[in-house]
Structure formats: C-alpha cells, structure tokens
C-alpha cells in the first residue's frame, strides 16, 4: 500500500504568502522539501484524500492524470480541504476522454451541504455518517469524528486496504468515544498520519490541532491497547508556519520519538 503526501501545509501554505517571519524567509532561501502546499494526499493511485486549489500543482507534481482517480475522501469543509469550483471541471468542455467517468465522493455533511442539492455533472457525492464504514473498491473506510469544527461536521479516516491506516488531519486529542471505537475493532495499524499543525507550540486537548505534546499523548493511549506497534509506522503532517516546519528541524524533533516527518511529494510504502 502507498501512500503520497501531494501537500503538507496548513491553510496559509509555507512559506506563508504575505508572511516575512523568520521561519517564512528562511524556507524562501532554503526551498526544497521546506516549499509546502496546502495538506492533500493519494492513496495508491486511485483514492485521494482531500482537494484544496493546489490540486492542479499537485498533480503536475507528481505525474498524475486525475481523470485515473476513482474515489475522493473530504476530511471537512474548510477551503483549504476542499475547492468546490474543481469538481466543476470534470466534464466538456473542461475534459474529454476520460478513463474514470464517474468520481466517487464520500464526505461529511458540511461538505455535503455545500454542494445545495446541485451535483457537478461526473460525480456522485455520498453522505458518511460516523463510525459507520463504507466498502468502494479495494477499501473499507471508516469515519472517525475529528475534534476540529465547533458547531460541524469533521472527520479523519480508518482506511483498510492491502494494510490499514489512520489519516488523522485536522483534529486535536481524539474523542474519547473515537479511541473506543479503534479499541473495539481490534483494528492493528501499519501506518498513521497525525496532525502537527502547532509543532512545539503549546495546545491543550481540546484544541482543533495537535503538537508534538498533544501527538505523543495519542500514540501512548493507541499502543496501550495496542492499535499501534513496533511495526506501526507513523508520520506527522499539516505543519502551520507559525511552529517553524523547516524540515531539518522537524527530523531533529521527531526522531527522538522514532516518527518520519512528511513533505510535498513524499511516497511511503507500508
């Protein structure tokens, strides 16, 4: 099973666009793996996770032809998750010839809502309720409440393919009736995906993201009913500018803790 991080930044992306804090002119410098754009990723080569306006970046990126993509996951509705106007150019004149003619989109009602009962020509939306799994494909996906809007509905997903995952963005400390839910299944991770958004800068549980504090407190509470292992692997994405996500400095911070930090174009076989 694959996964690719396509982006790994927060909403203001990194370097921020108007920012000219210390962290922002050092990654303008540096560039390379400190270049982020806002958080999407692909499953294989046919489940992608989220569709913000630097979809169109990503895919020249990393050599995909997006008329191959069968299913889209929408963790939630704010925009830099989800780009409503690109679902609007899958059908002539826009594209022609395409080899999947239908996209498949699962998401949460907020998401869903958006869309005001008009559905884009090409594409099937479907309204996921938590903690009940959906089968397309290769895949069982489950939705997991995330704790990020107030007031509306966020998830981060279980995938169960070839090997199982946990993509964990946006949320803070998971709910408890979340932790219930991965300790009732017996579910065993090969990989998980924790937000970072904050870095090292202090967040209490409650919060809409997490830092490394908050990431650690989860991992502990999942190997202690042994959802992960030795044999987990676990990275941690969607870093905001404010918390310095130059890449040397978040390897420095993370391998203490044995964790592989993401960054735009990264492919990880688990």
Same mark, same amino acid.
């Given at each position: ?8 930044? $927060?909403?203001?992306? *990194?370097?921020?666009? *108007? ?5 922002? #002119?050092?990654? =303008?410098?540096?560039?390379? +793996?400190?270049?982020?754009? =806002? ?21 020249? #990126? ?20 989800? %780009? ?16 999947? #003619?239908?996209?498949? !989109? &699962? ?10 009962? +008009? ?20 895949? +069982? ?10 007031? $509306?509905?966020? @998830? ?10 946990? %993509? ?9 009736? !979340? *932790?219930?839910?991965?300790? #009732? ?26 830092? *490394?504090?908050?990431?650690? +407190? !989860?991992?502990? =509470? ?10 987990? !692997? ?14 040397? @400095? ?6 203490? &803790?044995?964790?592989?930090?993401? %960054? ?7």
């Amino acid at each position: 099973m694959q996964l690719t991080y396509l982006g790994t930044a $927060a909403s203001e992306c *990194f370097p921020a666009l *108007f920012c000219h804090c210390e962290y922002c #002119q050092e990654a =303008r410098k540096l560039g390379g +793996r400190n270049i982020r754009t =806002r958080s999407q990723a692909l499953v294989n080569d046919d489940l992608l996770i989220d569709l913000p306006a630097d979809t169109y970046w990503h895919f020249i #990126q990393n050599g995909i032809e997006g008329d191959t993509i069968r299913y889209l996951l929408i963790t939630h509705a704010h925009e830099d998750h989800f %780009y409503l106007d690109d679902l609007h150019l899958r059908f002539p004149p826009y594209a022609h010839d395409m080899r999947t #003619q239908t996209l498949q !989109v &699962y998401c949460p009602k907020t998401v869903y809502d958006l869309f005001g009962g +008009r559905f884009p020509i090409n594409v099937e939306v479907h309204l996921l309720e938590p903690f009940k799994t959906v089968t397309f494909g290769t895949y +069982r996906v489950t939705p997991l409440p995330a704790r990020h809007m107030p007031q $509306a509905e966020a @998830f981060i997903y279980l995938i169960e393919g070839e090997k199982t995952m946990l %993509y964990a963005h946006d949320t803070g400390y998971f709910f408890e009736d !979340v *932790f219930a839910y991965i300790e #009732q299944s017996g579910v065993r991770l090969d990989m998980i995906s924790m937000d970072c958004t904050n870095v090292l800068i202090p967040l209490p549980d409650d919060g809409g993201h997490m830092g *490394f504090p908050n990431i650690k +407190r !989860v991992i502990d =509470r999942l190997r202690g009913m042994k959802a992960v292992t030795d044999h987990t !692997v676990v990275y941690i994405n969607h870093f905001s500018h404010n918390g310095n996500p130059l890449q040397s @400095f978040l390897e420095e911070q993370a391998t203490p &803790y044995g964790w592989q930090v993401a %960054y735009d174009g990264c492919r990880v076989q688990f």
